[in-house]
């Protein structure tokens, strides 16, 4: 990967134990040197309020059994400050690690395979990290626009134009169909009506009495009955944002 293009993982570590500590940022910096990438280690300690006051910026937030213990009544509320953090017991004992499924734990370090799950952990937040560089050629009457994939809200069809919508307001139409774009999209992207492609990550809830998807900055998108079982599946499966 180019300079120009390096990613940066930040990660969060709370442990009070600094020697298992130490151990897991050696861990991370050798994932950084064979994958060509940076990594923010911010050390937490057991200080819930700095995780709080820090989430919005976190990629993963490593967490042991004491932390999780001690904060375990306030540590679903923040997560909705920042969905696609992964959240990663350290070392929590098997018999209650249903404890913390509400925080639906996206891995679990334990030592016999501590280093290869971590590496696995950071390798999809790369992964996921690298689409925000990815862009869709999208050729309209007016021209080629090069539009960011992260920041389209949803795309919209009329039955003779495609519409896209992006974070800024931005529209951009031309003659086709949604069908055109599926295989340009990434997985997030899905069909919930015959008119309407959504970004999941967009999604911040859903109404069931009025069959809607509610996006960030207060959008509304109608699902239709014929995705509506496929669209509350999604939904219970932490596919969306919400």
Do not use: W
Request: glycine content about 6%; overall charge positive.
């Amino acid at each position: 990967m180019s300079r120009e293009a390096l990613i940066l993982l930040r990660i969060a570590i709370a442990t009070m134990e600094q020697q298992v500590a130490d151990k897991i940022k050696q861990q991370l910096i050798e994932f950084a040197l064979q994958i060509d990438c940076e990594i923010d280690m911010i050390e937490i300690g057991n200080n819930f309020s700095a995780l709080e006051n820090k989430i919005k910026n976190i990629d993963i937030a490593i967490m042991d059994y004491a932390f999780l213990n001690r904060n375990k009544a306030n540590l679903g509320k923040i997560y909705k400050y920042n969905t696609d953090c992964l959240s990663v017991p350290l070392g929590t004992p098997e018999g209650v690690i249903c404890t913390f499924l509400a925080l639906r734990p996206g891995g679990h370090l334990r030592s016999a395979d501590e280093k290869l799950e971590l590496h696995r952990l950071c390798s999809i937040i790369v992964k996921q990290l690298k689409e925000d560089f990815k862009v869709l050629q999208f050729a309209t009457k007016k021209g080629l626009y090069a539009i960011s994939i992260n920041s389209i809200l949803y795309c919209q069809s009329d039955l003779k134009y495609i519409t896209l919508i992006t974070e800024d307001g931005r529209k951009c139409s031309k003659v086709g169909k949604l069908d055109d774009l599926s295989d340009k999209l990434p997985q997030s992207f899905v069909r919930v009506h015959q008119s309407y492609i959504v970004n999941s990550k967009h999604v911040c809830g859903i109404d069931k009495n009025s069959h809607e998807l509610l996006l960030y900055g207060d959008i509304r998108i109608p699902f239709s009955r014929a995705y509506q079982t496929f669209v509350m599946q999604l939904f219970q499966n932490g596919m969306f944002g919400c």
